[in-house]
């Protein structure tokens, strides 16, 4: 079992930036593959970007690629999203999620943890 606690989030001017947290607890956090979700407003959730265990390897939705990072620090259990260039559509709630399976990383189905969600309001 491991729980994902979540911060960051707020309200931001379109172009700004924000960073969100997310830390773990439980099981070895190394060991697991870590991604971040989103849901827009009145629309279904989305796949944003995804890390493997050691972050080396780091995927991205095709929308925030160049504008998002995802990256890790497994000494302190935690996965980031630092969000730029932030847009009105980037507007949603924030989801980290943890996967000991990494079959396909898109899928919100691969993931086992879920985090709380955090709220994202870019306004143009």
């Known amino acids: 079992q491991v729980q994902l606690v979540q911060s960051g989030g707020g309200l931001v001017q379109a172009g700004g930036s924000l960073r969100l947290s997310c830390v773990a607890s439980?099981?070895?956090?190394?060991?697991?593959?870590m991604g971040w979700f989103r849901r827009p407003p009145g629309k279904e959730r989305e796949f944003v970007a995804a890390?493997?265990?050691?972050?080396?390897?780091?995927y991205y939705a095709d929308s925030v690629k160049g504008r998002f990072t995802i990256s890790r620090d497994n000494a302190k259990n935690a996965v980031y999203l630092q969000m730029n260039s932030l847009k009105a559509e980037d507007t949603a709630i924030y989801y980290c999620?943890?996967?000991?399976?990494?079959?396909?990383?898109?899928?919100?189905?691969?993931?086992?943890?879920w985090g709380g969600g955090a709220q994202v309001t870019v306004s143009s």
């Open positions: 890390i493997n265990r050691n972050g080396i390897s780091t």
């Open positions: 439980g099981r070895t956090f190394s060991t697991y593959l």
């Open positions: 999620a943890a996967a000991l399976r990494s079959d396909d990383h898109t899928r919100g189905a691969t993931y086992a943890y």
